[in-house]
């Protein structure tokens, strides 16, 4: 190939990778979406559904998540319902002052009715019954709503972070009808969170870090296997890997180019091969605009599977890649470091990955001030000579003292 026909095709590849999520699937699901992001009447599709866990309640494959200011989004609200988008994240300490709530409860309140075709989920970045009440009566009362589906502990890092005293708390919020069903959130040490889950026999629901990365572990499968026999419904997040290809090496561009050949953007390749894992019940997805909300629509309703060799080819990726992934194995750098890094790669991802700066510095901001101080001149050594991923973890977390303070 010659190297103005190379120079060409990479530029076409850019700009199809750039579109990324507006580039949606052909055909009927491809027409449903785009029908919908037009305003024009839908065809009958709507998104699939699975069943949560024995919980005995159906869910959309794909939820909304709820890290975007849902106030001032409210027609990606509408036409996720419409679509059957019906599973809803939110949690009361995004963004700052709740918009994922209240955005959700000002949807309900102007729509009669839409309560009860939505899964509603939100969460408690508390951990005693006394907090966790009070958090639940606020987001009560921001999401408009005398009762949630599923109420998470956010966030949790261990799974000693739930003991009977939550145990009691959940019993008593289900006998009140405050909540459905119960279970926490974690981007931390995923594996032994889902594994000690699954050894308690109350928790009903998680939603964790999974994507083509981590899908591969085989802690991951044994976790994942462990908690769908205990009957827990299991939501995926993160599902991206670290975003969307990158259209900056001929490597990222191939793989790339590879799913726009069989009609998918890398994006929707990349939430097919979680949905080919039926223990997973959903997808939560950042989807802050029509477009994107479009893709990820038109993934779900396609019934086209992955072939095995493109399967291959993502793991093949993963494996290359690894450097540039944390893998939200936390013990093990915090231990080396003493501070959370994988709390840090996670802020620096939504800087980077999700392109929004403003959220990545208000969850950096929530870090202890004397750990933010201290980043870019820790010894990071040790915690790189542990990490499996082999992460550059002492220039990562100065780029984030420099970039997000």
Known sequence: MSFSRDVHRRDFLKTLLAAGAGAALSGKAGLAAESAAKGTPLVKSKVPTRPFGKTGVQVSCLGLGGMFDTAKNQLVLRRARDLGVTYWDAADCYNFGGPSEIGSGNFFAANPGSRKEIFL??????????????????????????????????????ISELNDDTKSWAEKAKKAGKIKFFGFSTHSNMEDCLSGAAKLGWVDGIMFSYNYRLMQKSNMKAAVEACAKAGIGLTAMKTQGGGSVKADSQAELDIGGIFLNRGFTDAQAKLKAVWENPQIACICSQMPTLAILTSNVAASMNLTKLATAELDRLEQHAAETREGYCAGCGEICAAAAGVPVNDVMRHLM???????????????????????????????????????????????MKEAAELLA
């Open 121 to 158: 989920v939100t969460k408690s970045d508390a951990r005693d019954p006394a907090g966790i009440d009070k958090l639940l009566a606020r987001s009560l009362e921001r999401l408009q709503t005398d009762y949630i589906d599923l109420y998470f502990i956010h966030g949790i890092h261990g």
């Open 350 to 396: 939504y800087h980077h990955s999700y392109g929004d700066p403003d959220l990545a510095r208000s969850e950096f901001a929530r870090l202890p001030a004397d750990i933010r101080a201290r980043l870019a001149t820790l010894d990071f050594s040790d915690a790189e000579r542990r990490c499996p991923q082999g992460m550059p973890i002492a220039q990562l």
